[in-house]
């Protein structure tokens, strides 16, 4: 009898026997430690890519500032460096009145969920070589995936 693999109740990927989302997230990120070139190049990206499929990391401002990042890189080009600089004030822990992670009594989620098309199990099927290629590749999948669930949302 043919076993078939679990699947992540957040992403939906496919995990092998062990694995997990986490565990691939931690496989890319010991491909940006042996390859800093590519954590300079996408680390932002990868980050932001595994929590906004794994939306229970975040709380719900979390999430919605998540997704202003996510557009702030895509859509306008922004840097790492730009965002920081742009959002320092607002995200404060000194002077922010909400919480970026999530607590006990406050996740983020979608309603209705999202249909993913690409996954952090994707990422690391593709390869080392291809590392940098696949986290864009990601990054602008979700931002599809995203932009969908929101027309269907409020349709």
């Known amino acids: 009898m043919m076993t078939i693999p679990p699947r992540c109740p957040d992403c ?6 062990g694995e997990t989302c986490e565990t691939y997230f931690h496989q890319l990120l010991f491909w940006e430690a ?5 954590g300079a190049q ?9 929590h906004l499929q794994h939306p229970g990391l975040y709380s719900p401002q979390g999430l919605i500032a998540a997704r202003r990042l996510l557009a702030d890189f895509l859509d306008r080009g922004l840097s790492p460096q730009a965002v920081r600089q742009r959002i320092r004030a607002r995200v404060d822990s000194g002077a922010r009145t909400w919480t970026i992670t999530a607590r006990t009594d406050a996740h983020g989620a979608y309603e209705p969920p999202v249909a993913w098309t690409m996954t952090v199990a994707d ?9 940098c290629d696949h986290v864009r590749a990601w990054a602008q ?3 599809a995936a995203l932009a969908t669930r929101d027309r269907q949302a409020s349709a």
């Open 34 to 38: 042996e390859r800093p070139d590519y």
């Open 12 to 17: 939906g990927a496919l995990q092998a026997a």
């Open 141 to 143: 999948s979700i931002r």
């Open 42 to 50: 996408v680390h932002h990206l990868m980050v932001l890519c595994y």
């Open 123 to 131: 990422v690391v099927a593709g390869g080392v070589e291809a590392y």
